[in-house]
Nanobody
Framework: QVQLVESGGGLVQPGGSLRLSCAAS????????IGWFRQAPGKEREAVSC????????FYKNSVKGRFTISRDNAKNTVYLQVNSLTPEDTAVYYC????????????????WGQGTQVTVSS
């Protein structure tokens, strides 16, 4: 069964950090670009970062640049999103997607999606 499963979300205080994971099963992430997206309550889903299949291309939305770090471990079939210096504006459900390629920080041709992991930033 093909699955992407996000984990690592939670409740964190402003300024805090989390490491989100996106683990694949039933297929290899090695041949896919991976995009991270988020959707805040009442807002549309937005892309925040993308990494190419080789890992050689890494891109971020300006508002998260310097605070978020995307990485991939193809041996573990997992992609990570380290999120630091969190603010309440980062509160959202975070999703990963296996895609064809990155167009800057937006992954294109998303064929598999995870179910999301909730990140809540609050004091």
């Amino acid at each position: 069964q093909v699955q992407l499963v996000e984990s690592g979300g939670g409740l964190v205080q402003p300024g805090g950090s989390l490491r989100l994971s996106c683990a694949a099963s039933g297929f290899s992430l090695n041949y896919h670009a991976i995009g991270w997206f988020r959707q805040a309550p009442g807002k549309e889903r937005e892309a925040v970062s993308c990494v190419t299949s080789s890992g050689g291309g890494i891109f971020y939305k300006n508002s998260v640049k310097g605070r978020f770090t995307i990485s991939r471990d193809n041996a573990k079939n997992t992609v990570y999103l380290q999120v630091n210096s969190l603010t309440p504006e980062d509160t959202a459900v975070y999703y990963c997607a296996a895609a064809a390629y990155c167009s800057n920080y937006v992954s294109i041709g998303n064929i598999y999606w995870g179910q999301g992991t909730q990140v809540t930033v609050s004091s």
